[in-house]
């Protein structure tokens, strides 16, 4: 346990020291004569946190809500296509093209229909979100099942485990690993989908924070609402 904490602790000070690094640049740069529209400083990012702590808060609220939905969402069906493409190699024939050509078309090209189906609330949003963590969950749990240790399923036959018991205990447990990286990279992708969903067609959010800062040529509250997403990322 003490090698666990000395080694988390470790990682917090190396991306401490790295946070502390790009904001010292970042400070360094706009001590020119850079306008304040175009970059401000990070002194007056932290400003406008502290003063639109309350409007920030409420649509950070909405653009989490987005998020988590999204990927409780998208990695729920992608478990489950995943599983039953193990199941039935019919299936995984038929869906396999579908999932990669979902991929194909451009997420932005989709905002704007699905805002249009769902319309300007919340169910756009959380459907862009799906759309996008939807690929790496399927593709990484699937990929972890089918490379199995051929030995290990062989050993579960002949000791009478059915497809289901191979399932559970052979091939559930050897995909973790693999389940795992889809996790960590749908949790980065999943804010991407809400603030495309946000930009295209919102009254709150994050996103809707964004693209109003940026038509008034606030800066400072666009990079706070940016600030935010990324401290959700990576706590996701």
């Not at 004569?33 to 502290?50: G, K, M, R, Y």
């Not at 050993?155 to 447990?173: C, D, E, F, K, P």
């Not at 795992?180 to 959010?205: C, F, K, Q, T, Y």
Request: charged share 10%; glycine share 8%.
């Amino acid at each position: 346990m003490t090698g666990e904490k000395e080694h988390v602790l470790d990682r917090l000070r190396r991306g401490l020291t790295v946070f502390v690094g790009l904001v010292v640049l970042w400070w360094l740069v706009t001590l020119g004569d850079i306008p304040a529209f175009l970059l401000p400083s990070p002194t007056a990012v932290a400003q406008a946190l502290w003063n639109g702590r309350d409007y920030l808060a409420w649509h950070t609220l909405v653009t989490a809500s987005e998020i988590i939905s999204g990927l409780l969402l998208g990695v729920l069906l992608g478990a489950l296509l995943a599983l039953g493409m193990i199941f039935s190699p019919r299936l995984q024939r038929w869906l396999m093209p579908l999932v990669l050509t979902s991929q194909a078309i451009p997420v932005f090209a989709l905002a704007p229909l699905l805002v249009l189906w769902f319309g300007f609330g919340m169910s756009a949003k959380v459907a862009m979100a799906v759309l996008v963590i939807f690929f790496p969950v399927v593709s990484a749990f699937f990929d972890g099942m089918r490379r199995v240790n051929g030995d290990y399923l062989d050993l579960a036959q002949t000791m009478g485990a059915s497809r289901r018991a191979q399932l559970r205990h052979v091939r559930l447990m050897a995909a973790l690993p693999a389940f795992g990286s889809g996790l960590r990279m749908a949790a980065a992708v999943a804010p991407i989908g809400a603030i495309i969903g946000e930009w295209v067609g919102s009254a709150e959010g994050l996103g809707y924070v964004m693209l109003n800062a940026n038509a008034r040529m606030q800066a400072d509250v666009c990079f706070a609402a940016l600030f935010i997403l990324v401290l959700m990322t990576v706590l996701l």
